[in-house]
């Protein structure tokens, strides 16, 4: 079993930045090494993708709404993803969501993921 959690969402102004942190917590020893990525759900859309890490964190990808704007990377020593935001706009608020997959596919969608938090609020102000 694995248990994610996320922190770092806030309220910031158009142009700040945020890093979210993602905690993973899992029973057996590894299980954090996945693939893992941010999933983010604005007022009335579905949960999109946003950016996601191989198991090491050498490959990397993005939505081409945050490339250049966001870094994913992830710190396995500290079973730690995070996700850093730059130059956030108002269309970036949203609930960000920290998902894991089972295995090294770095997906796109969804349902590619076996494991996820219970998001983090971040409000872009305008």
């Known amino acids: 079993q694995v248990q994610l959690v996320e922190s770092g969402g806030g309220l910031v102004q158009a142009g700040g930045s945020l890093r979210l942190s993602c905690s993973c917590a899992?029973?057996?020893?590894?299980?954090?090494?996945?693939?893992m990525a941010w999933f983010r759900r604005a007022p009335g859309k579905e949960r999109d993708f946003v950016a996601g890490s191989n198991w090491d964190g050498g490959q990397t990808y993005y939505a081409d709404s945050v490339k250049g704007r966001f870094t994913i990377s992830r710190d396995n020593a500290k079973n730690t993803v995070y996700l850093q935001m730059n130059s956030l706009k108002f269309e970036d608020t949203a609930v960000y969501y920290c998902a894991a997959n089972a295995g090294y596919y770095v997906g796109r969608l969804s349902s590619s993921y076996d494991y996820w938090g219970q998001g983090t609020q971040v409000t872009v102000s305008s």
């Open positions: 899992a029973s057996r020893r590894g299980s954090c090494s996945y693939a």
